[in-house]
């Protein structure tokens, strides 16, 4: 939702203390802006509630919500940790300069090139997903006579309550050894006795878009469980327990979001009993937060074009963008909200559909939002955009990427350029 401080005098919307509408006419529409204090706000929150508690913690910030250079940037200007999942984002984490021992490198299918880029740059933890992988990483770490910290993704045997595609930590996940039938300690065993692999500690993800605190509970304690287990049958003893991220958002007035002090008060509270109770030392407690840390930063400018009226039924109103810089309502049926940037202070008139402009019945960006009068040339923002949005984008029907820009303190700065048409064709070879 947006408060009444976002507006400026002239009834625009202001997103980083800069005018949006100025922003869309400097840059153009599509665009993504991200409110860079936002961001920072939303680590420290996450940072302060673990500095009450005197756990040792880690925040590892989960790129795949949105990588980009100046993010990675932003986030080791806080002074968190990073986690990627694939080459192309170890790629930019390094190219922004974000220190490789404060990345973790994740993925269910490493490539063996993306394995040896990750050892060759002393990537903090590689995290180990499944078999084939342990053997690719054993070979390479012979070959170049290296080592290397890991940690084993566990499959918990818990189900988020989320989004049948949002959920990972289920016994049937294509992610992570399967707890219950013996795989995760046939894997542990196979890490321990290698010499050239650190083991330090283990990790399990529930899920994306999580609201309840419930299922945190319920994986710290089956994370001690396997800890006490382990430490009984191999004397093993993690020392960083990771739960990666999943804490939800509101996109709109159905969502009801906990801030992440509420999350991180009920995990603290559980490490503390369950350590406690199964006389285990006090783990390193890590988390992968994404969606929470850049969703409600970033906001879609788009230019309102046409619209269709269907008598006596509904109206479409059509923008610039749609499901190529944002598939999520499409893929997840996901509900945003929107305003007019440029008409903050009107009435409310009208419901419509907001129709992006791609060649498909299901490019629908919000089935129903309440609009003043628009016309052509007014500039529609949907807010809390900031995750899965650019990083999902494509290049359907041709349709170049956005730009994104930065605004911080009444300043903004481009930190990604809008594709060209010559980008589109950059890669493209004449076949006649
Ligand atoms: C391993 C892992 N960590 C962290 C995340 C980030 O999740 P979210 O953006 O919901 O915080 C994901 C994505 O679901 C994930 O797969
Ligand atoms: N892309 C998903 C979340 C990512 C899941 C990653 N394991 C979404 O937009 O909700």
């Known amino acids: 939702m947006i408060s009444s401080e976002l507006t400026n005098k002239n009834g625009h919307l202001m997103i980083g203390g800069v005018d949006s509408v100025d ?7 599509p665009l993504v802006v991200y409110d860079v204090e936002e961001i920072r706000n939303q680590v420290r929150l996450f ?3 673990f500095e009450k508690s005197g756990l040792n913690y880690q925040i590892s910030y989960a790129s795949k919500a949105f990588a980009a250079v100046g993010i990675y940037q932003v986030l080791n200007q806080e002074d968190v940790h990073t986690d990627v999942v694939s080459g192309g984002e170890l790629f930019t984490a390094l190219k922004a300069g974000f220190p490789a021992d404060k990345i973790s490198f994740h993925g269910n299918n490493k490539s063996q090139e993306e ?27 012979e070959t170049k006579d290296a080592k290397t910290n890991v940690m084993l993704r566990l499959t ?38 290698n010499k050239r692999m650190n083991l330090i500690g283990i990790h399990a993800h529930i899920g994306s878009q999580i609201f309840g605190v419930e299922g945190f509970v319920m994986l710290v304690k089956k994370m001690f469980e ?38 991180i008060q009920k995990i603290v509270e559980t490490v503390k009993q369950q350590a406690k109770a199964k006389d285990l030392a006090l783990p390193e407690i890590w988390i992968e937060p994404g969606r929470s840390i850049v969703g409600p930063a970033g906001y879609s400018l788009y230019t309102i074009g046409s619209r269709k009226d269907v008598p ?3 109206s479409y109103v059509n923008v610039d963008g749609g499901m190529g810089d944002n598939i999520r309502p499409a893929l997840y049926q996901a509900k945003y909200e ?33 609009l003043p009068d628009t016309k052509a040339g007014d500039i529609l923002a949907i807010l809390d955009t900031g995750a899965y949005g650019y990083s999902m984008a494509s290049n359907y029907n041709r349709n170049p990427r956005p730009a994104v820009v930065f605004a911080e303190d009444g300043h903004d700065k481009l930190v990604v350029e809008r594709e060209s048409y010559e980008d589109l064709v950059k890669l493209d070879r004449n076949y006649i």
């Open 47 to 49: 940072k302060n509630s």
């Open 312 to 314: 006596d039924l509904t």
């Open 23 to 29: 922003l869309a006419s400097k840059y153009q529409t």
């Open 226 to 263: 396997i800890a006490e287990d382990w430490k009984n049958k191999f004397s093993y003893v993690p020392q960083v327990i990771n739960l990666g991220g999943g804490f939800g958002i509101s996109y709109n007035d159905q969502d009801e979001a906990i801030g992440p002090d509420v999350f």
């Open 115 to 141: 394995l040896e880029m990750a050892v060759d740059n002393h990537v903090g933890v590689i995290i180990l997903d499944n078999f084939y992988e342990i053997g690719l990483l054993e070979e390479i770490l």
């Open 156 to 193: 918990p045997g818990i189900s988020a309550h989320t989004h049948k595609y949002d959920q990972t930590g289920q016994v049937d996940s294509k992610f992570g050894f399967d707890v219950g039938s013996g795989q995760a300690s046939e894997a542990l065993q196979r890490v321990l006795s």
């Open 338 to 370: 929107a305003v007019v940037a440029n008409k903050m202070d009107e009435k409310l008139t009208e419901d419509v559909h907001i129709a992006g402009k791609y060649c498909e019945s299901g490019d629908i960006l919000i089935d129903h939002q309440k």
